[in-house]
């Protein structure tokens, strides 16, 4: 029960999916998650150039793929699926959105072109990871510095460059920090979720490049845009471990059945698939309200509400359903479980946006 | 044919055929003949063999232009339907087009006491004596029997057979001694429904329906169109042309008649409509335990709009075969009127207490609080949509069944 | 799986669940339910004359049995359990309480007795039966007379004397007004729930004797033991529906099985009866503590939140699992339903003694 | 005995025989000769046949006093009472002392990687040669396993007889080189559980317990102990009374390596204990949401104290028999955690998305959030509860068998 797509999007969902299957397969994924990059350079490299998968969502006048949260959507729920644990998330979704919300220019402009071909990695660091609207924590000092603490910055020590939302003089702004620049404190953090880098950045009257400033539009668009990309990455996730599960149950035996042939587990699976096609097509409907299909402005908050709240329930019966072994680190479930965790409170948790949903629709009253 | 082929040439045909003014009788006379009544239906019958998203062009424009269609609410689309895919060329001629026409109504005699979620386990008795069939029992949930010209009707004409393979179909004149119809209340006060009881009922031989033994087969094609919406109420849209003349109080009355039993599905279903302009008005829109209900129930009736309208192209582009997802559109609904009736019973406080004309909507909450339970009962429980999802979506294993060999050994109520 | 009561309070109980199993069978409610009465006034006149239940938890000397709040919840379960409809819970329970609450005087003292001896039906009257501890909507006028309208009153047209919580100059006082007084206008309402009467009453200066002031640890003394007593008739509805749905389960057969073997509806009514036993609990614990056993303050709104979900949650599966017979007005599951939706409001709903709950909470710390 | 009389009596006695100079060794033996190492045990083994209730004041006057009491947590003490419950004189008299002595450690060998849920659908092979039983197969979710002496082995000693009557109970001594351990991590991180392999491990015949085929009777009456508790850690009380003198020392260390794989149990309960004063410091007090939230676990968390409270009492007072409520409660501790977890998440909002010791209390938030999936699997599953709640509980009918007839026949992975 997909929603519409076109056919080209179902194209290009099939091609995203082949390519990740077989470029990232699960062994890959566990192997590099203790590595110092946490993820494989070369698949990267392939997912980029060969792919062009970083660019999705860039125009192609600055080389990217020109295409629309459809398709952002596309790649995103596809490495949920496939729990990718490479860059794409943090330099593509998140860096690059915030520097397409930015008006034109040659620092934006260059630094998305880099972003597209994968040659740079960015990241987009905010006070505080659970309201993208919010500029609160980092600010530009009279001298044009960059001072404050992003405490959660996702991907903070793969990034080249940060892409810094801080408020000046009051409007929130666009500014860029390499890596390298004085003043900057890095710190690493032990993230819950394995498969997502934290660090901690400090700055100190940081050397910044402005990039430009954000109005409340662009600032609400752009925690939308990364919400349902969010949530495009947790159904991918959702979806994944439904099925795994549920394979799992017809082949393990006990009591002399399979038990996936116990009513109680047919009824606990039948509700989370009916949970996640609801959610799903919440999920899709709000990429296309966001690629200007018109549609209303609290999709983004509960497709991201939805997304969680059945990500999160199908990681637990992805666990309780495999019994003791869905417990041990050697098996898989626990690291989309943590996935799964992790996604939840990203940029904002399950209630926070039902609120918000209920906000928006009020002031379009 | 193209969209805009089919719009041009019905404008044509209704420009030239369509008017207000003849009796309700008379127009659809003219319709059927002129092949507009059923545009899915095969060519032999009276039509086009359209696909139905051609029909549904054909259903739009005479919308636009005020055109009365055929008959169609209520059982007798399913009856129609089920007669055109297994009917004899007798009975095809003999029962489709008084359907089309209005000129019978049908109401449809499958549940009975003892068979509920289990409709193959049907125990209506019936004998076949020379060339009629008697037939003993009881039926239940039975809309608009009470003013039904026929039935269609499953009894197991042999006890030896296997469940499945011992009941047959039959289309049963409902004017007869034999049959006597009595109302079943509702606990939100309606009567939609009636019990049939049938003694010694008799049905000729010739209006068995598919064959003897065939009956299940039968009654899967009627179960399938009515999971697609068929036996529906037309939605109560807003004509969007003036409509005076008298055939329109005929066609509203036969409306009105048809769409009695239904006057409480949309309460059945919730209210969704209702939850906003009803929170704002209570005040219920400043309690954050409020909204975040009122969020759930606003995401869950958005995944589900979106969903089902997806199923339904999918449909449309297609055939008339089950689609088994179906069943998550049916499940969500039950999660979403239970839902709502609990965001209405937030949002009311104290005044859910009341119902009747002088509480909330003029009664139409009160009637949601108490309509709701119906909807994850009726057409298919949410149990047995569990399982179809279960086992037809997600492909899980069926368990051990208890209902196998010969019927009169099936343990039962 | 019961909570420990003495022997004295589990003997009290058997009591009182033959005595209402006798006299006030199923049969009688519902021949009981449409007539002007709504109740058969021979079974209450020996349910007070015989039984002494309505003046159970009314002081000794007034006459009454002088037991304590862990008692009156007894007699609401059980009733909850038969689904009694006299006037048991507006008189004894809500004007009884409030009563008790008042400070002693010749007024009080002899309402409490004749209400205790059965022969004189009292309510509460209040402007906001959502919240019993708010003054709102009646008051006391400079003349001394009542004035305002309470748009819900249980068993208004029952009752021989309305016991009113008014204001008076920013103090809540309790005052009388005897059916017939003048400036009193009386409106039956229609209830959703046939075994709760409702009606409106508007005071329009009408005639009352003052009982005495309630201060305000008294009015959230009354708010709390009236919310114990109503969660004890929802935990007795709950348990007899659960029961009689269980016992449904075992006796209908379906796909040649009885439906009970299903483990589908196995393990919803073991979730069920889980959430019951633990409501039932909590709820035990709320009189006890109110009895003065000592406890925490915001066990009353607990009390109140967890029985109204597993009543509703009770009812919702008592209709479901009789399949369309559940749905009819034949069959008995609707008017626990009913009785159920109705307790779910009343004295406020679940999620405002959450709120409540939380708020004592903090209070204490 | 009343209380009053046991508390003199033990108060006496501990008077004139407790001291904290002692070795931890030397003080046993004096606990045990002198009856008090486990008071409920019957009186021709050391002690004095004691209710539950009772035995718990002797250990209340204990903690008073500091003395230290019998080696009791973990395995050991399920396999002392099952020894006691089944075993021959000669194996009471061998393996009962060492274990209240502390001497023995023991660990339990029930569960396969083919049986988990289906603890009886072992399939770990026992083989009489001779004077001895040969072992193999592999064993799983052995707490302890790694440090212990002695294991309960659960093995099928017969193919042919039905899954239930093919099982025998084995003490199997583990320092032998058939006997191979290995350590299995958790999700969050632990290692409480290990793996055992048994290649031709042996156990000398008299070390069957309860006789052949009769490993199923024996199995349940350990599950039984274990579903009351027995093997908990004891709570981290805060002894009453100043402790010191070397016997503590000893007496943490036996506490420390038998409660080491028990560290993260109570997150995995939820830590509801903490969420009151972290919501309070993370602001989420201001958080409607949250507050109804909290609201619910606190009512769930509070019927589930007072409902054990109840059941407890009825146990102490009553027999060792299985209390069918004891799964309500364990299904309760389930939604508990569950509930627990959500709502540190809403607590903790974006603070969530990290572990280790800078994270929330010094990493023990994190650890609930990956610790209460394991609560609704270990000591049998959530389903496994609902089962038997509605079977015993409840009275709802068994559904269908798969499992009987010869156990080689039966299905399985």
């Not at chain 1, 209303?296 to 199908?314: Q, R």
């Not at chain 2, 549904?56 to 007669?83: K, Y």
């Not at chain 2, 608009?144 to 179909?169: E, V």
């Not at chain 2, 969007?240 to 005929?250: F, K, M």
Request: include cysteine.
């Amino acid at each position: 029960m997909q929603s519409s797509f076109s056919q080209e999007q179902v194209l290009f969902r099939e091609i995203v999916s082949n390519t990740l299957r077989e470029l990232s397969p699960m062994d890959s994924v566990r192997g590099h998650l203790d590595s110092a990059l946490g993820y494989d350079p070369e698949v990267w490299r392939r997912l980029t150039s060969e792919s062009d998968l970083a660019g999705t969502h860039i125009p192609e006048t600055l080389g990217g793929a020109g295409l629309g949260d459809v398709e952002l959507g596309i790649v995103a729920e596809e490495m949920g699926r496939t729990l990718y644990t490479g860059p794409f998330f943090s330099s593509a979704a998140m860096a690059g959105t915030a520097l397409i919300e930015a008006p034109e220019g040659p620092l934006r402009d260059e630094t998305l072109g880099r972003i597209a071909s994968g040659e740079l990695l960015a990241t987009l660091v905010t006070g505080d990871l659970a309201d993208l609207s919010s500029i609160e924590g980092l600010r530009i000092d009279a001298a044009g510095a960059l001072r404050g603490e992003a405490p959660l910055v996702v991907d903070a020590a793969r990034a080249d460059r940060w892409i810094v939302l801080a408020e000046d003089q009051g409007e929130a702004v666009l500014v860029a920090v390499d890596r390298g620049a004085e003043g900057v404190v890095e710190t690493r953090r032990q993230s819950l979720d394995p498969t997502r880098r934290l660090g901690r950045l400090r700055f100190d009257g940081a050397v910044c490049a402005p990039v430009g400033p954000l109005d409340r539009t662009s600032l609400e668009r752009l925690s939308d845009r990364l919400c349902v990309a969010l949530a495009h990455e947790m159904i991918g996730g959702a979806r994944q471990l439904l099925e795994s599960t549920v394979e799992y149950t017809k082949q393990r035996v006990q009591f002399g059945r399979p038990i996936g042939s116990f009513q109680g587990l047919k009824h606990r699976c039948a509700d989370l698939l009916m949970e996640l096609e609801l959610a799903a097509a919440v999920v899709h409907h709000a990429a296309r309200v966001l690629d200007g299909a018109g549609g209303d402005a609290w999709t983004p908050s509960l497709a991201k509400a939805m997304a969680s709240d059945v990500y999160i329930e199908c990681a637990k019966a992805g666990i309780q359903l495999r019994g003791g072994i869905g417990f041990t680190w050697e098996d898989d479930t626990h690291l989309w479980y943590k996935r799964a965790k992790s996604s939840e409170v990203l940029f904002g948790a399950a209630h926070v946006h039902r609120e918000r949903a209920i906000q928006r629709m009020e002031a379009a009253q | 044919m193209s969209s805009a082929q089919i719009r041009r040439e019905v404008s044509a045909w209704l420009q030239e055929n369509w008017s207000p003014q003849r009796s309700l009788r008379e127009w659809r006379d003219v319709l059927i003949d002129g092949g507009w009544a059923a545009p899915h239906w095969p060519e032999e019958y009276f039509v086009r063999g359209f696909t139905l998203e051609q029909a549904q062009t054909v259903a739009d424009v005479f919308e636009e232009m005020g055109a009365v269609g055929a008959a169609q609410v209520g059982p007798r689309r399913l009856a129609s339907e089920t007669i055109l895919a297994h009917g004899t060329d007798d009975q095809k001629e003999r029962f489709l087009r008084p359907i089309l026409s209005g000129e019978h109504s049908w109401c449809q005699l499958f549940s009975e006491p003892g068979s509920g979620s289990d409709l193959a386990g049907a125990s209506t008795r019936a004998e076949r004596r020379g060339d009629v069939w008697i037939l003993n029992g009881q039926k239940v949930w039975n809309t608009s029997a009470h003013h039904a010209d026929f039935g269609i009707l499953l009894a197991r004409s042999d006890w030896d057979q296997p469940k499945h393979q011992g009941l047959s179909y039959y289309l049963l004149d409902m004017r007869q001694p034999g049959v006597e119809v009595r109302p079943l209340q509702q606990m939100n006060g309606h009567q939609s429904f009636n019990e049939v009881f049938l003694t010694n009922a008799e049905v000729p031989a010739r209006d068995l329906l598919g064959g003897e033994g065939n009956g299940w087969a039968v009654a899967t094609t009627t179960l399938s169109f009515e999971r697609r919406g068929f036996s529906r109420r037309p939605r109560p849209d807003v004509p969007e042309v003036e409509r005076s003349g008298p055939i329109y109080a005929e066609f509203e009355k036969e409306l009105e008649t048809a769409n009695e039993p239904y006057t409480w599905y949309p309460q059945r279903e919730g209210r969704v409509d209702l939850v906003f302009q009803r929170a704002r008005a209570q005040g219920a829109l400043r309690e954050p335990a409020v909204r975040q209900e009122m969020a759930r129930l606003f995401g869950l009736a958005l995944g589900a709009r979106l969903a089902s309208e997806a199923a339904e192209a999918k449909r449309r582009a297609g055939t008339t075969q089950i689609i088994p997802e179906g069943s998550i559109g049916k499940l969500a609904a039950s999660v979403i009127a239970r839902q709502a009736n609990h965001v209405h019973t937030m949002i009311s406080g104290v005044d859910a207490l009341l119902t009747g004309p002088e509480s909330a909507e003029n009664g139409v909450i009160a009637e949601v609080l108490v309509s709701t339970p119906a909807i994850s009962i009726a057409g298919g429980t949410d149990e047995i949509q569990r399982n179809i999802i279960a086992e037809r979506v997600l492909g899980m294993p069926k368990g051990h069944r208890y209902d196998r060999g010969p019927f009169r050994d099936i343990r039962r109520n």
